[in-house]
């Protein structure tokens, strides 16, 4: 147990903790801006692997860590446009288009994947990103290897929950995409157009997701497999119930997963004699213990999962 | 920015004239000489939705400082036609000219870019947020960052102008339905309107509300703007209208100035025949079938918003219960439906205690519920008329554990003619009918079912003479059938017309009771404004 409390553990749990929240910030960001605008992207799932995929074969291709990135970001957007015509131009169910984008894109990526690298033995891999020290800041005793010895996609993903929450909440393309998402009527009677809005904001929102995705790929790790995923997107979406559609919290809520996620990594190392199934299973646990407190007083966004059209009244 | 306004009339270009509607423009002491050009004109203006045709051949203009009604039945095509004006349909053929200008609108965006703004039947705002931010959405004029300190001075200034006073930083959902009503107002002004469109206004105002409004119109007229006011309160055109203007069935009828026309001859024009004027004929009333003691219920805010009150129905009597909005009767009608817990007292129908907080046990014991709030508790408005007419009682309809689809067709084409609800056919989903429509299917439902007791809140809220008309007919069809009958209302001549006692509700309290016969208006408006009986005491 003093093993736990010393200062190395601490620096690497927390810098584990930021590593394993990135992705999901990315993705609850993502989310957040769809659904503010009254989308539920359940393509998330799919978008983030897409992203992953897409990435790293970009990657391995060029050579270029950030034209991989890039690469994600546009998978990202056009998978979150083809969701933005199922729903917002056509109208059809939110959850049936968004399942059936995850499971697309799952299969379109592993196709791709194989279609670029074949099935080898060992799978390829790509020099991944390495950690930026930040100058003077990452010279803090514990805090700075933690906080700021990271993968510059790190600092993006932190850097982006203000940027969200001054959007939102301090400019006129804020109040336009939460009218929208509270009440696409209103906002089409003073001249907001609802489907451009929901279609800019899924788009973005892709983007988010396929390079949460690319992070997977390119730092967490260095090669595509197809798992690698694993439910971030789907708890991003809890995290966004759980920070109540609020750039801000949203993001606390990854940071406490991604810090019981790095915790119970270390109790599996420290060899607790317990199934590490267990160990596993902690923080979507705990995500669902958090959710049924925090979600009672909830205020979704009124119009979420709507379709909006004019000529039909309500 | 009125200055600019002068020099923007002067800039006009000569329209196409019409002698005829021009000549029945009340000639007021303006600055002009000549009859001022058509700000608005509107040209054989045809809209249809699949089957119904909604307008037809509809010629409608607007001059500037003119306040213009639209009365037409319910289902008649107000709306639709200034939905056309506001751009937010697109209609199949006509043209409309702004300032004798040729113009498309493609969104309300273009409308509003001509100045155009609107105060929609059902309101447009944003619960969760709050005044100025719903005041302010979509205006930002190519800015990025919403500047809330200009936003504020404006909407200050707009409120000192005219006279609308709301908090700018209160939630929306915290002010009255009233204060709402401003809300929608200010947001027109805001964006420069000089066209204003008031879609049924003061369907939810009280009359001093109405009152205040009408004197912000005036002043907004005075200034040059010209205003359409659809109301189907006919007093109230008198009031506040120059012209008048009558579609029925989606076409114009009739135009007339109002100063040469009455209430009489605009009933006459708007249902087609003339009305009778129904006042219910006093009746021996029986035992007391609905019995409510010592009833208290908390508002959405925690306070006591109905108080300690005690009211008996009983049955063959129609007892009107009137009030400003806001005492209350809102509170009372949930807990009378169940859809609110008392903090205490009883509810009793027919001898025996309702349990609270229990909507199926009023169904089961035959209470007539017409709620207040039609588009939320009384409908369901993506389900089919028929379906809706059958909502509480579908367990009639049923053939070997299955909806008898045939019968539930059969009641809805029978209450739909008995009610005339105007629908494109029986599975038409609700939220295509019109505001009126979608009211008298909850009557129909309701009143049809042969209740014992009938709570009705607002009954006749948004519905034209002729369909107020049938209504009232309605309930005192089923008081002298034995039915006991609460009706809440806003609406003074209603509870004169209908109730053979009239209790008086403020501040969650009963004021006073009288019986029709002895009660006079005078007293019952002193009741309603808190005021007790002057000379007894
Ligand atoms: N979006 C729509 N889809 C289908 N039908 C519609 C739609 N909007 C209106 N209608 C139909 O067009 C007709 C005119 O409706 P409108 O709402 O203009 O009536 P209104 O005169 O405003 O009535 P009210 O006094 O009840 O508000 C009605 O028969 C209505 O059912
Ligand atoms: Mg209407």
Redesign the pocket.
């Known amino acids: 147990m003093d093993h736990i409390l010393s200062a190395t553990f601490l620096t690497g749990l927390l810098a584990a903790m930021m590593r394993m929240a990135t992705p999901i910030i990315f993705g609850t960001l993502g989310e957040i801006l769809s659904e503010r605008a009254g989308v539920l992207n359940l393509g998330i799932e799919g978008i983030m692997l897409m992203g992953a995929m897409s990435g790293f074969l970009t990657t391995l291709h060029t050579g270029s860590l950030w034209l991989g990135v890039a690469a994600a970001a546009l998978s990202g957007v056009l998978l979150a446009l083809l969701m933005a015509l199922l729903t917002v131009t056509l109208g059809l169910s939110q959850h049936v288009s968004g399942l059936g984008i995850t499971l697309f894109s799952t299969g379109l990526a592993m196709f791709i994947y194989r279609l670029s690298v074949g099935s080898p033995v060992n799978p390829p891999t790509v020099t991944p990103f390495t950690q930026v020290a930040l100058p003077a800041l990452s010279s803090i005793p514990i805090l700075g290897e933690a906080f700021f010895t990271q993968y510059a996609l790190v600092y993006v993903a932190f850097l982006l929950i203000p940027v969200l929450w001054v959007l939102l909440y301090r400019t006129t393309w804020g109040l336009a995409i939460r009218t929208v998402g509270e009440n696409p009527f209103a906002a089409d009677t003073v001249g907001i157009s609802v489907p451009l809005v929901r279609t800019l904001c899924l788009a973005a929102g892709g983007a988010l997701m396929g390079v949460g995705g690319a992070f997977l790929t390119l730092a967490h790790q260095n090669m595509f497999l197809i798992d690698v995923v694993g439910g971030r997107g789907w708890i991003s979406i809890a995290m966004v119930i759980f920070g109540n559609w609020d750039p801000v919290r949203g993001a606390a809520g990854a940071l406490i997963f991604g810090l019981l996620d790095a915790f119970q990594l270390r109790l599996q190392a420290l060899g607790v004699d317990l199934p590490f199934h267990l160990f596993l299973a902690l923080p979507y646990v705990l995500t669902v213990v958090a959710l049924v407190g925090v979600s009672r007083k909830s205020s979704a966004p009124a119009a979420l999962l709507k379709p909006y059209r004019?000529?039909?009244?309500g | 920015m009125p200055t600019t306004v002068m020099t923007e009339r002067i800039a006009v270009r000569s329209p196409q004239k019409s002698p005829a509607v021009r000549a029945s423009f009340p000639v007021k002491a303006r600055e002009q000489e000549q009859v001022p050009e058509p700000v608005v004109e509107m040209r054989a203006i045809r809209?249809t939705?699949?089957d119904?045709?909604?307008?037809e051949r509809v010629n409608f203009s607007l001059r500037p400082g003119e306040i213009c009604a639209l009365l037409?039945?319910?289902?008649?095509?107000?709306?639709?036609?200034?939905?056309i004006l506001f751009g937010y349909?697109a209609a199949d053929e006509g043209e409309i000219l702004i300032h004798g200008k040729k113009v498309s609108f493609a969104s309300p965006r273009d409308a509003i870019a001509c100045r155009i703004g609107m105060v929609h039947?059902h309101f447009t705002l944003v619960p969760s947020q709050t005044v100025l931010e719903n005041v302010v959405v979509g205006s930002s004029g190519g800015r990025f960052f919403l500047d809330m300190k200009r936003a504020r001075e404006k909407l200050c200034a707009l409120q000192k102008r005219f006279g609308l006073a709301v908090d700018p930083d209160a939630p929306v959902w915290t002010l009255p339905i009233g204060g709402q009503q401003k809300v929608e107002i200010l947001k027109a002004l805001y964006r420069d309107a000089r066209i204003l469109i008031l879609?049924?206004p003061t369907a939810v105002l009280a009359p001093l509300e109405t009152r205040e409004l009408f004197d912000t119109l005036r002043t907004l007229a005075a200034e040059g703007c010209s205003i359409v006011f659809?109301s189907?309160k006919l007093y109230e055109v008198m009031e506040i209208a120059h012209r008048v203007v009558v579609?029925a069935k989606?076409v114009i009828c009739a135009e007339r100035s109002v100063s040469e026309t009455d209430e009489r001859e605009l009933a006459n024009l708007m249902v087609g025949h003339e009305l009778a004027g129904k006042t219910a004929t006093a009746r021996k009333a029986g035992a007391a079938l609905l019995s409510v003691s010592r009833l208290t219920v908390r508002n959405d805010k925690g306070l006591d918003a109905v108080k300690d009150l005690s009211l008996d129905v009983h049955s063959g009597e129609v007892v009107g219960l009137a009030g400003v909005s806001g005492n209350g009767q809102m509170e009372l009608a949930d807990a009378l439906f169940g859809l609110r817990v008392p903090t205490s007292g009883t509810i009793v129908l027919d001898g025996a205690a309702l349990p609270d907080g229990n909507p199926k046990s009023r169904v089961d014991r035959h209470m007539g519920r017409i709620p207040e709030d039609r588009m939320t508790t009384g409908l369901m408005l993506d389900l089919s008329v028929e379906d809706n007419l059958v909502m509480e009682h579908h367990g009639d309809f049923r053939r070997s554990g299955m909806l008898d689809r045939e019968a539930i067709g059969d009641h809805a084409e029978g209450l739909m003619c008995d009610f005339g609800i105007?629908?494109?056919g029986r599975r038409?989903p609700a939220?295509?009918?019109?505001?009126?429509?979608?009211?008298k299917i909850i009557l129909a439902r309701e009143l049809s079912a042969d209740p014992k007791v009938v709570v009705a809140a607002q009954p006749t809220r948004?519905?034209?003479v002729g369909a107020i008309e049938y209504v009232h007919g309605r309930i005192l069809e089923a008081r002298d059938r034995g039915a006991a009958t609460l009706l809440i209302s806003e609406d003074l001549d209603e509870i004169f017309a209908l109730s053979d006692r009239i209790a008086v509700l403020y501040e969650g309290r009963i004021m006073g009771i009288a019986d029709r016969k002895y009660a006079t208006k005078e007293q019952i408006g002193l009741w309603m404004s808190g005021i007790r009986d002057v000379l007894c005491a």
């Open positions: 004019r000529e039909e009244k | 809209k939705f699949l119904v045709v909604a307008n037409g039945e319910n289902g008649a095509g107000k709306t639709t036609l200034m939905n349909y039947q879609d049924e659809i189907h579609l989606g105007k629908a494109d038409a939220r295509t009918l019109s505001g009126g429509n979608l009211q948004g519905l034209d």
